[in-house]
C-alpha cells in the first residue's frame, strides 16, 4: 500500500515562496507520474502542476505556470512544489497524488494515490 506525505506548508505574505514536498512509501511510485492538486475553502479540488515518471515532462494550471516549478527526485520517490511569487488566491489545501500512468496529467481521474494536504496560507 502505498502512502503519500506532503509537508513544507504554511503561512506566508504575498510575494513569499513556499516549497512543498511529497515523499512515497510503501511501494514506489517512481515510475508513475506524480502532481500535486490544491482546493481551496469552498472550491472544488484543481489541478495545479504535474510530472512525468522521469521528470522530463510537465504540465501546470495556467494560473501557475511561471511562478511555481514542480521536480522530482525518483532515487527518493520524493516531488517537489517549488511556489514562488505567492499571491491570496494560491490559499488552499495541497495534495500530492500518484497517477496510474507515466505521463504526466492534469486529469484527476488518472490519479489513484493521494496524499492528506497540507494548508498553504497566503496573506495579503
Known amino acids: 500500500q502505498v502512502q503519500l506525505q506532503e509537508s513544507g506548508g504554511g503561512s506566508v505574505q504575498a510575494g513569499g515562496s513556499l516549497r512543498l514536498s511529497c515523499a512515497a512509501s510503501?511501494?514506489?511510485?517512481?515510475?508513475?507520474?506524480m502532481g500535486w492538486f490544491r482546493q481551496a475553502a469552498g472550491k472544488d479540488r484543481e489541478f495545479v502542476a504535474a510530472?512525468?515518471?522521469?521528470?522530463?515532462?510537465?504540465q501546470y494550471a495556467d494560473s501557475v505556470k511561471g511562478r511555481f516549478t514542480i521536480t522530482r527526485d525518483r532515487t527518493r520517490d520524493t516531488v517537489f512544489l517549488q511556489m514562488n511569487n505567492l499571491v491570496p488566491d494560491d490559499t488552499a489545501v495541497y495534495y500530492c497524488a500518484g497517477a496510474r500512468t507515466p505521463v504526466a496529467t492534469g486529469t484527476a481521474s488518472y490519479y489513484t494515490r493521494w496524499g492528506q494536504g497540507t494548508q498553504v496560507t497566503v496573506s495579503p
Open positions: 510530472i512525468g515518471w522521469n521528470g522530463g515532462t510537465t
Open positions: 510503501g511501494r514506489t511510485l517512481s515510475n508513475n507520474a
